[in-house]
């Protein structure tokens, strides 16, 4: 107690004495801190015209205060201040400007109206390049997908050789080259990508044209989140979609679709989950933030992560024919959660539904140059589980034989199917006949675990014998009991009859026939009639990718007249011709003692000739005057 009321006393005393003295107060300088300024971009091609965005630190900039100089070879057209920390210059590099960096020189007030003047030199200055990029839109939020135009200056841009990179957190969808000088880019901000400015580069081959600080990010966030994160492969899954300030919307004209790629359909089935003009299916819609559907994940579906893609478009008539076509739509907004949903793998049961496909053929393709024959005979064999949803093209309208010609648009390109899960049946497969076996060895894909049977060394003609000959299908089996067990399917495929040949035309050195006139095809009889198929093709592209192919089933009489009013109904243009023959082979199932399981299957057996042909009208002869 006395301590404390010693130190109490002290305390008091101590205020007493400082109250009492009187001290001399200290000189305060108050300092102007040094501007920091940064350009974007800080760096431009030759003759290019832009807009210099200036973000200041320690700057008072205002209307009428700021001026810039960047030299005699770079004209500023114009400064708009836009804050005291903020603001852009219209600038034209000329044509005839010295490469390299230069100073630019920047001249405005103080808060004491003092006059300032502040210089980036050397490499923090501007940089005038050869050739240059500028792009719109320069800027997007967090979360946000949008497309970017790109124009270049003396640039070299080539479609399949350029691509773009925006920086890190912000991905690159697709590139689109129009010339050499102008692209569109397609980019999805990710929702964890760092804001401010990022560095953008267009790559063209080994050339790169870089615009610094070129696309800025802005903190604000558009984003969407999908509930379950996850889901098995072969799995049918509702799930809900929850953005945040999106705008789903399902009203008039309007419609939201949710897109995960051609692995996991969204309310709809197969072909059109594998649609590519409008990917991905309409949700159901319960607010501007909120929508639902179902999900059908593949059994093929490979295991990892795939986008989260939702999009909400404007349908509307472009072609004024008074309806909505496929692809008439605007895309109002687009967002992309990167790796967003899990697929999870889930064992394979081979036993449950298994299939095989299989054959035994040989190929004649005529070389254009040289017209030579390149023979080669192969066979195979790969046991699966069928894709669930199916997935791929659907089947063309079956035709009956014979003598009869017609004219197809098949399916452009292949479909993005996910490859069916394959099955190991064993160290060998057999195809087993009285004349000969042909063995089958399995082979494992390194990269993607797939199994397939292919022999061991190559095959020669005489490993085909011709004859209708009958083989069995014949497998070692798995240890696996997960897998295919060993069988053996008798008379599970036939040779052709007979071997032939094809006589006329050549089809090679750029062989030319006129659509009007009838092509006669020529060709050794191949016997097939009641065990086999005959048939010519012709297939080629128009100028806007769509498909073509015209064909026909000829008796199998070593003649055919392929009428003119099939061959001038395509267009005309290069196409590969095909000739050949198959076997009608017999269909069977599975047995592994409890009865049949699977699918149907059905081997392939035949020869086929392949060509080049081209498709042109000839040119008519100018009348003589008399």
Known sequence: MRCSLAALVSSLLLL????????????????TAEPIVRMSPGVAGLGMSLTMELRGVNTQWSPGNLSLNMGEEIVVLGVTVNGPNHASADIQILETATLGFRDVTMEFLAADDSPISFTLAGDEGFLVEPGGISITPNRARLGETLQVQVTGYNTILQDGSTWADFGEGIFVNWVIVEDATNATVSVSVDQRADPGHHDVVVFNGPTGYTLMDGFFVDRSAVCVEIDPGFGNQGEVLPFVVRGCDTHFDSSGDHDTLVDLGTSICINEYWPDCQDTVEPGGVVSVDGPTLAQGTMQISNGAAPGFYDVRAYTVLREDFDENGSMDPGEFTILEEVILHDGFEVREVPI???DNPGVSFGFSVSRNIDNDSCNIQESVSASAVFFTPLDPPCGSPPMDPVFPFDIDYVRNPPAGNPDCP???????????????????????????????????????ALTLDDYKFGFVAYDLIADGSDDPNQIPAFTQEDALFTLPSDFELLEPQFCENFTHDPHEDLYLRWTPAQTYDVAGLSASWSTTDEEEVAWMVITLPWDDGEHFWPSASLSSVPEGGGYFSFGAGVGEPKWFFDFGDGPVGVENQGSSGLSYRGFMLLQSAEEEPETPE
């Open 16 to 31: 007493l004495v400082s109250v009492g003295c009187q001290t001399e107060p200290n000189d305060v300088t108050v300092a």
């Open 349 to 351: 049961d081979c036993n």
């Open 419 to 457: 490859s069916p899960r394959t099955c190991d049946a064993g160290p060998y497969v057999y195809l087993v006949s009285d004349q000969n076996t042909i063995t089958l060895e399995r082979q494992i894909n390194s990269f993607t675990g797939e199994v397939a049977y292919r022999p061991s060394t």
